[in-house]
């Protein structure tokens, strides 16, 4: 069975700095990967996805990210980030033919001023 | 288009009841997925439903139940409620699971 794992559970950055949030996962052959993101009080949105291909992966709100089969990992990054940017961060794997996602625990992201 | 929509968004229940969740998909996602959110457990995968069959079910007890219409729509039981299923149930939609999947604002159970 696949799992997530999100080491860091709180990340504090400055306004404009850059952003690395790190996703490591278990699973046997090359995973679907996904990074959602939460505000408080919403649902879930994707930012980026990977299935194959090019391991850097461009997503939506200047978030990217990379695999690396090696580590086992799947990083976002953003250079510079923005007040907008503060909320929960969740890495997600799926299977083929398994019809579920299975999530980390989520980084929370603080931006201050 | 319209988005996932989940209701009602607000519940409160109390121990024993039964309670019911409604997701309305996008229009044209025949895959309906539910997950947990709770503080202590995170996210966690309940069942799958696409054209009306489930295909995947979460580690939950039989208290968890759900099942899918021919429009998508889908709905989820859980019935002799406890204290510990008090969370944000979240339902996606998607054209098929491994598509990006679409989640709903949630419902928030509360059950005293």
């Known amino acids: 069975a696949q799992s997530v794992t999100q080491p860091d559970i709180h990340i504090t950055v400055s306004e404009g700095a850059s952003l690395e949030l790190r996703c490591n996962y278990s699973?046997?052959?090359?995973?679907?990967l996904f990074w959602y993101v939460q505000s408080p009080g919403q649902g879930l949105q994707l930012l980026l996805k990977y299935f194959s291909g090019d391991t850097l992966v461009q997503g939506i709100k200047g978030f990217e990210a990379e695999f690396k089969r090696s580590q086992s990992s799947f990083n976002l990054r953003k250079p510079s980030v923005h007040w907008s940017d503060a909320a929960e961060y969740f890495c997600a794997v799926g299977a083929p033919n398994d019809y579920k996602l299975s999530f980390g625990a989520g980084t929370t992201v603080t931006v201050r001023a | 288009k319209a988005g996932v929509t989940q209701t009602p968004r607000y519940l409160i229940k109390t121990r024993g009841q039964q309670v019911t969740l409604s997701c309305s998909p996008i229009s044209g996602h025949r895959s309906v997925s539910w997950y947990q959110q709770t503080p202590g457990q995170g996210l966690q995968f309940l069942f799958e439903y696409f054209s009306e069959t489930q295909r995947n079910k979460g580690n939950f007890p039989g208290r968890f139940s759900g099942r899918q219409f021919s429009n998508s729509r889908s709905e989820m039981n859980v019935s002799t409620l406890e204290l510990g299923d008090s969370a944000l149930y979240l339902c996606?939609?998607?054209?098929?699971?491994?598509?990006?999947?679409?989640f709903g604002p949630g419902t928030r159970l509360t059950v005293l």
């Open positions: 699973y046997g052959a090359t995973p679907y």
């Open positions: 996606a939609s998607s054209p098929d699971w491994s598509n990006e999947q679409f």
